[in-house]
């Protein structure tokens, strides 16, 4: 496979030891298989139902998926200041460019205090209600 943006050959490598990617020597991109975007996502946290929409606002590109020659098309990332790439004529899957793992993992931490804050909050809400009909009830 040749990377989408450069056309160098992809090599395959372990992302930090965890799964394989293909990857680009050359722009240091990487490929990740239609599953392995979750698997990324998943380090930091594994809520899907709590991630949110992946793709919004989807354009057609020039560059070709690595498997099929299709074009990938760019998409805003679960609605964060993130642009990716993907093939979604056939799935195949998401090319991130250098550093934009990291802004993945980065937005996904993010998600997740973001989450346990909600919860924490809904929690002493319903402490508060709680305590609040407790003394109401008293005062009858």
């Known amino acids: 496979m040749n990377c989408p943006k450069c056309n160098s050959e992809l090599t395959k490598k372990y992302y930090k030891g965890m799964f394989e990617v293909d990857s680009c020597p050359n722009c240091r991109g990487m490929w990740l298989d239609f599953n392995e975007l979750d698997k990324l996502e998943d380090v930091v946290f594994d809520e899907d139902e709590h991630k949110g929409s992946?793709?919004?606002f989807q354009t057609r590109t020039e560059f070709p998926c690595p498997h099929c020659g299709a074009k990938l098309d760019e998409?805003?990332?679960r609605l964060y200041d993130l642009k990716l790439d993907s093939c979604t004529e056939n799935n195949h899957g998401f090319w991130l460019d250098a550093g934009e793992d990291e802004r993945v993992m980065a937005i996904m931490q993010k998600r997740a205090g973001d989450v346990q804050r909600k919860v924490n909050a809904e929690a002493e809400w319903k402490q508060m209600l709680k305590g609040m009909?407790?003394?109401?009830e008293k005062k009858k």
């Not at 009909?133 to 109401?136: G, K, P, Q, V």
Request: aromatic share 30%.
């Open 133 to 136: 009909h407790a003394f109401l």
């Open 54 to 56: 992946l793709v919004h």
């Open 75 to 77: 998409f805003q990332y």
